[in-house]
């Protein structure tokens, strides 16, 4: 059970990390990312709403023990104070998964504002975190849309490898359409490049490529290929507290110091476009 602190925050930003394609450093980053603002004296609350349940196995949690998770706050069978763990970190909290969360897309399509289902569940305890991540499934469905739906902006991992743009037009279509009709202040929080190689021809391109397309909106951290990385997650721990002083540590602590700073490329983040 959770000791939650009364205290209003002074900042609260929910950032949901989405991509509807799989292997590109999506649940690696909110892990890493969430770990890193938490070393940085930040309260944050990790949100797993993909099924396959990473995001809790990354930090060290069986995902096949029964406990109240993210699927009985969204049909309403658990209240929030009940499912909300502590973590080995004193500043991160998790919200976590289990295997019946894939039927919540089943179950919920006929219920009313099932889009705002996360948004709702969320409204009483956000003002207890500085920073609210949610790790998405790699799909463009009802869950990933109750992140955007609830989120202040979305983080989009971009993997440095062949076809990475592919894809990206359709996400970035979902958000429009979130910003239309269900959250109009959503907004993109960053683009961030995955799995770089700077030896490679083929990960320079990549990066060309998307600071022309996504300009103020690529971060400066990039985020390397790391076998320190990749290892972590066996372990239960984020990269943090498994290497803190490899590559791949010192990325997410740069990504997390840009998200505390708000500064990309280029001040401001806009709407998707």
Same mark, same amino acid.
């Given at each position: 059970?959770?000791?939650?602190?009364?205290?209003?925050?002074?900042?609260?930003?929910?950032?949901?990390?989405? !991509?509807?394609?799989?292997?590109?450093?999506?649940?690696?980053?909110?892990?890493?990312?969430?770990?890193?603002?938490?070393?940085?004296?930040?309260?944050?609350?990790?949100?797993?709403?993909?099924?396959?349940?990473?995001?809790?196995?990354?930090?060290?949690?069986?995902?096949?023990?029964?406990?109240?998770?993210?699927?009985?706050?969204?049909?309403?069978?658990?209240?929030?104070?009940?499912?909300?763990?502590?973590?080995?970190?004193?500043?991160?909290?998790?919200?976590?998964?289990?295997?019946?969360?894939?039927?919540?897309?089943?179950?919920?399509?006929?219920?009313?504002?099932?889009?705002?289902?996360?948004?709702?569940?969320?409204?009483?305890?956000?003002?207890?975190?500085?920073?609210?991540?949610?790790?998405?499934?790699?799909?463009?469905?009802?869950?990933?849309?109750?992140?955007?739906?609830?989120?202040?902006?979305?983080?989009?991992?971009?993997?440095?490898?062949?076809?990475?743009?592919?894809?990206?037009?359709?996400?970035?279509?979902?958000?429009?359409?979130?910003?239309?009709?269900?959250?109009?202040?959503?907004?993109?929080?960053?683009?961030?490049?995955?799995?770089?190689?700077?030896?490679?021809?083929?990960?320079?391109?990549?990066?060309?490529?998307?600071?022309?397309?996504?300009? !103020?909106?690529?971060?400066?951290?990039?985020?390397?290929?790391?076998?320190?990385?990749?290892?972590?997650?066996?372990?239960?721990?984020?990269?943090?507290?498994?290497?803190?002083?490899?590559?791949?540590?010192?990325?997410?602590?740069?990504?997390?110091?840009?998200?505390?700073?708000?500064?990309?490329?280029?001040?401001?983040?806009?709407?998707?476009?």
């Amino acid at each position: 059970m959770n000791n939650k602190n009364s205290e209003v925050l002074k900042m609260s930003k929910i950032i949901t990390i989405a !991509n509807q394609k799989g292997g590109v450093g999506k649940t690696t980053t909110a892990v890493n990312l969430s770990a890193c603002l938490a070393e940085m004296g930040k309260k944050v609350l990790l949100i797993d709403i993909d099924p396959q349940g990473n995001a809790c196995s990354g930090l060290g949690l069986d995902v096949d023990e029964e406990r109240l998770s993210i699927y009985e706050l969204l049909i309403g069978d658990a209240k929030i104070d009940d499912v909300i763990l502590n973590t080995k970190l004193a500043n991160l909290d998790l919200i976590p998964v289990n295997i019946h969360l894939i039927g919540a897309q089943i179950e919920l399509v006929n219920e009313d504002e099932r889009e705002i289902k996360l948004k709702n569940v969320l409204k009483d305890i956000k003002e207890n975190y500085e920073f609210i991540i949610i790790d998405s499934p790699p799909n463009l469905g009802l869950l990933t849309l109750n992140g955007l739906v609830a989120s202040d902006s979305v983080l989009i991992p971009l993997q440095c490898e062949y076809y990475a743009l592919e894809g990206l037009a359709k996400l970035l279509q979902t958000i429009q359409m979130v910003q239309k009709s269900l959250n109009q202040n959503l907004e993109i929080e960053g683009v961030l490049l995955t799995m770089f190689d700077s030896r490679t021809i083929l990960s320079n391109q990549v990066m060309e490529e998307a600071t022309s397309y996504f300009k !103020n909106k690529v971060y400066k951290t990039i985020i390397p290929r790391n076998i320190k990385l990749g290892e972590a997650p066996s372990h239960g721990l984020p990269i943090s507290m498994y290497d803190k002083n490899s590559i791949g540590s010192k990325s997410y602590q740069n990504l997390a110091q840009e998200i505390i700073n708000g500064d990309n490329l280029i001040e401001g983040v806009e709407k998707a476009s």
